[in-house]
């Protein structure tokens, strides 16, 4: 007897056998041979775990395997070819570069290990690695697709989760040097700021026991002494005055560092601590205050008038009413634009601080995607998009909730919810 067995390269006719006897006998036993590896390929085909697929260039399905469409989350290959093919849904993204697919294919006849994402059947996306080769025609003519697909969902939020996690470190990392940073600046400043004081407050005594002997001469008719700029008179009414300014920026100036010392350090939550929200508004204000002038002409505020406390961490709500102050700066296009701050009563058991700008608002699209970490619009001005997801996180710790409303033509409101603190 003799024959030959010649496997197809491609797996859409997987095994070929040309019989080269005559003896009927031996056509018997190649014909049994022929249907044996057909069972043996369609057994295969039906039971491995990874997606197999035929499709034309345009993406019509020719073939697939119960694996891809259980992937895919048909309930079986016919039903995945029919609603693919007569309604036109596309099993990937729209962002995929199918010409340039194409055209890789055609040039190294394969592709392997392509990432890309997928769409479910009720469309869910998820992460597929692709890996396909051309079926070419005797005159090198691309006929159709034939590959595998390799669900890789897991891989790729492990991924995301390993660089979320890096970024986190990473973070964490700047906030302690920060914290050992202004340490170190707030003591250089308080040093000469200390100066200031003591000297001011010297200079003021030295200046009240100067004052009437002054008096008695410069008062005279036909006396007149200047001061600098000032004639005496002048002086005298605006000394007080002067001293007064000069004691304040110094205290200004401690009260600033001491808040931005607090603002770097950690910050352990404490459940217990009641704080009053308009205390930490406040507070918020005096860090953003050079921004918001900065940004607008038209920013106002308006506390309760009532005492709205709340339990939790003090630096915490500031943290999030700043990062609330910064993104509402950044939205603005113009100084003209306004940006108004509010806390108030919200119903009998809750709180409120509410924020709204009048900048250019957020992208429907991305409505649902402000809280993820990473994802920022702002890429390109050194935005690490962890100000919300970091926010978000805080809230939830205090039992709150944050909110956002926004127009794209009128701007956007954030609004942050706590519970009231039981008397």
């Given at each position: 007897?003799?024959?030959?067995?010649m496997k197809q390269k491609?797996?859409?006719?997987?095994?070929?056998?040309n019989i080269l006897s005559?003896?009927?006998?031996?056509?018997?036993?190649?014909?049994?041979?022929?249907?044996?590896?057909?069972?043996?390929?369609?057994?295969?085909?039906?039971?491995?775990?990874?997606?197999?697929?035929?499709?034309?260039?345009?993406?019509?399905?020719?073939?697939?395997?119960?694996?891809?469409?259980?992937?895919?989350?048909?309930?079986?290959?016919?039903?995945?070819?029919?609603?693919?093919?007569?309604?036109?849904?596309?099993?990937?993204?729209?962002?995929?570069?199918?010409?340039?697919?194409?055209?890789?294919?055609?040039?190294?006849?394969?592709?392997?290990?392509?990432?890309?994402?997928?769409k479910k059947k009720n469309?869910?996306?998820?992460?597929?690695?692709?890996?396909?080769?051309?079926?070419?025609?005797?005159?090198?003519?691309?006929?159709?697709?034939?590959?595998?697909?390799?669900?890789?969902?897991?891989?790729?939020?492990?991924?995301?989760?390993?660089?979320?996690?890096?970024?986190?470190?990473?973070?964490?990392?700047?906030?302690?040097?920060?914290?050992?940073?202004?340490?170190?600046?707030?003591?250089?400043?308080?040093?000469?700021?200390?100066?200031?004081?003591?000297?001011?407050?010297?200079?003021?005594?030295?200046?009240?026991?100067?004052?009437?002997?002054?008096?008695?001469?410069?008062?005279?008719?036909?006396?007149?002494?200047?001061?600098?700029?000032?004639?005496?008179?002048?002086?005298?009414?605006?000394?007080?005055?002067?001293?007064?300014?000069?004691?304040?920026?110094?205290?200004?100036?401690?009260?600033?560092?001491?808040?931005?010392?607090?603002?770097?350090?950690?910050?352990?939550?404490?459940?217990?601590?009641?704080?009053?929200?308009?205390?930490?508004?406040?507070?918020?204000?005096?860090?953003?205050?050079?921004?918001?002038?900065?940004?607008?002409?038209?920013?106002?505020?308006?506390?309760?008038?009532?005492?709205?406390?709340?339990?939790?961490?003090?630096?915490?709500?500031?943290?999030?009413?700043?990062?609330?102050?910064?993104?509402?700066?950044?939205?603005?296009?113009?100084?003209?634009?306004?940006?108004?701050?509010?806390?108030?009563?919200?119903?009998?058991?809750?709180?409120?601080?509410?924020?709204?700008?009048?900048?250019?608002?957020?992208?429907?699209?991305?409505?649902?995607?402000?809280?993820?970490?990473?994802?920022?619009?702002?890429?390109?001005?050194?935005?690490?998009?962890?100000?919300?997801?970091?926010?978000?996180?805080?809230?939830?710790?205090?039992?709150?909730?944050?909110?956002?409303?926004?127009?794209?033509?009128?701007?956007?409101?954030?609004?942050?919810?706590?519970?009231?603190?039981?008397?």
């Amino acid at each position: 007897m003799v024959y030959k067995i010649m496997k197809q390269k491609r797996f859409s006719n997987p095994i070929n056998i040309n019989i080269l006897s005559s003896d009927h006998s031996e056509k018997k036993n190649c014909h049994f041979l022929d249907q044996s590896s057909k069972e043996n390929y369609e057994k295969i085909f039906n039971n491995i775990i990874e997606g197999i697929f035929q499709t034309t260039q345009d993406g019509k399905l020719l073939t697939v395997n119960p694996a891809l469409a259980k992937m895919y989350g048909y309930s079986s290959p016919e039903e995945m070819i029919s609603i693919i093919n007569d309604f036109g849904r596309q099993g990937y993204k729209s962002h995929i570069d199918r010409e340039k697919f194409i055209e890789t294919i055609k040039k190294q006849e394969s592709v392997k290990d392509f990432e890309v994402q997928a769409k479910k059947k009720n469309g869910d996306i998820f992460w597929v690695s692709v890996n396909a080769y051309g079926v070419f025609d005797s005159n090198k003519k691309l006929l159709y697709f034939e590959g595998t697909n390799i669900d890789i969902t897991e891989r790729k939020q492990a991924e995301k989760q390993a660089a979320m996690h890096k970024m986190q470190i990473i973070q964490a990392d700047k906030m302690s040097t920060l914290g050992v940073l202004v340490s170190g600046v707030a003591h250089e400043i308080n040093n000469p700021n200390n100066s200031i004081a003591l000297s001011a407050a010297v200079l003021r005594k030295a200046w009240e026991c100067v004052f009437p002997i002054l008096d008695k001469y410069c008062l005279e008719p036909g006396n007149e002494i200047k001061i600098g700029a000032m004639n005496y008179k002048d002086f005298t009414n605006n000394f007080n005055r002067l001293m007064d300014g000069i004691d304040e920026g110094s205290t200004r100036i401690k009260r600033i560092v001491s808040e931005l010392k607090e603002y770097a350090l950690p910050d352990a939550y404490n459940g217990d601590q009641v704080i009053s929200i308009n205390n930490v508004t406040q507070s918020a204000i005096k860090l953003m205050g050079p921004m918001v002038r900065k940004k607008t002409k038209k920013f106002s505020m308006q506390l309760s008038a009532e005492p709205l406390m709340f339990k939790g961490s003090f630096q915490k709500i500031e943290q999030v009413i700043i990062n609330l102050l910064q993104n509402a700066c950044d939205a603005l296009v113009s100084n003209k634009q306004a940006i108004r701050l509010s806390t108030a009563n919200s119903g009998k058991k809750n709180i409120e601080i509410r924020i709204t700008d009048e900048g250019c608002g957020i992208a429907p699209e991305n409505m649902q995607k402000i809280f993820d970490p990473f994802f920022t619009t702002k890429r390109a001005k050194g935005g690490t998009g962890l100000g919300l997801s970091v926010s978000m996180n805080i809230v939830k710790e205090h039992d709150g909730e944050l909110k956002f409303e926004s127009d794209q033509e009128k701007g956007t409101t954030a609004t942050l919810i706590l519970p009231k603190a039981n008397k």
